[in-house]
């Protein structure tokens, strides 16, 4: 075999693939009463690749006033690199998600989403531009990128095998 295109050579080396992993993974929920309803997800490993240390915590609160209403509330910490301080790697996202569903007959359900993230990741020198020499004033790029997102969803079963889903939302934010 000769690989005559060395731009080939990407479809395998840039292809998504699993990597192995080592950590701890916890999961964990808790039916307070009828309405609430409590969920917690740890989650700390380390890809045995190139040993980067990365976590997950997300805590869930499901609150059910009335049958076909859900409010469902989400909080999510998620990080890579966090104490590496040398590494480009770094980066920290929070996320907050809230959810109004109404479940409708024959498993039909529309719903509200609200989404508010911000990512914080370590300046890269080659987006700082200082105002005169010897500034750190940076005039490009940031160290935090936040986005919010706003829509609605809906879900119609048409028979047990024929169902439609659809998302409607504005987004504003880089990722």
Known sequence: FYLQDPQYGQLYSNNPQPQAE?????????????????????DNWRRVSDDATQYRLVGIIDYRPIFPLRINLRQKYQGREVLNNVTM??????????????????????????????????????????????STDNMAGNIASPAEALGGFFTHNFNDWLKQSGFLGYYKGLF
Request: hydrophobic fraction near 35%; glycine fraction near 6%; charge should be positive.
């Open 89 to 134: 790697e770094y980066f920290e996202n929070l996320e907050f998600r809230g959810r109004i569903i109404l479940r409708l007959s024959r498993y039909d359900q529309l719903g509200l989403l609200y989404v508010n993230s911000t990512t914080k990741f370590r300046p890269r020198p080659r987006f700082l531009f200082p105002i005169e020499p010897g």
């Open 22 to 42: 080592k950590g701890f993974y916890f999961d964990t929920r808790y039916q307070i009463n009828r309405m609430f309803v409590m969920s917690i997800e740890y």
